[in-house]
DNA sequence: GCCAACGTTGGC
DNA sequence: GCCAACGTTGGC
């Protein structure tokens, strides 16, 4: 199973939304980076749930794909934020998985905790200027990541 | 296809 | 609020 790492300003959508809801499409990503990754994702990856902006910044939990990616029904609703004039039923732009709630993590890991950890030093995350809001986590980072969370 | 202008993300 | 680092748009 691959892993990914997703961030969500939590004003937004946060982990306690996410703990709230159990389930929820991971809509809204107009990227097509990051929307390339969303269609890749499989049933059972796990993600991790990252918080920009807003303090603590960081890993804050996990979750994991529950059903891979169908088309963003934001994409077509005009009175939403992430309407996309150019998308069509049949021509859909933007697509999302369902993702499932497993768990926040008591302590979140923050950016600059991260960034002293040996072992992440090529995380896309913590890359200069990194903006990827969908980036996929190697097996021995996310390995790393879930022991420094424990 | 190039590139300037503009918009957005996101850490600080 | 600032600004670096992108991504997108549109004229040519």
């Known amino acids: 199973m691959a892993k990914w790492l997703v961030k969500s300003e939590p004003g937004n959508y946060s982990i306690d939304d996410m703990k709230r809801d159990r389930v929820t499409y991971w809509d809204g990503v107009r990227n097509y980076q990051a929307r390339n990754f969303l269609k890749e994702m499989k049933k ?40 996309d004039p150019k998308a069509t039923k049949e021509n859909p732009r933007w697509f999302c998985p369902d993702v499932q709630f497993v768990k ?25 200027g990194s903006r990827l809001s969908v980036q996929p986590v190697s097996e021995k980072e996310y390995k790393i990541i879930l022991k420094l969370a424990e």
């Open 104 to 128: 926040k993590f008591k302590n979140p890991l923050t950016l600059s905790e991260l960034r002293e950890v040996k072992g992440l030093e090529k995380m896309e995350l913590l890359r200069k």
């Open 44 to 83: 059972g990856d796990e993600l991790l749930f990252y918080h920009s902006v807003v303090d603590p910044i960081g890993i804050h939990g996990l979750c994991k794909v529950k059903n891979t990616a169908a088309p963003d029904p934001t994409q077509f609703e005009k009175k939403s934020q992430y309407y």
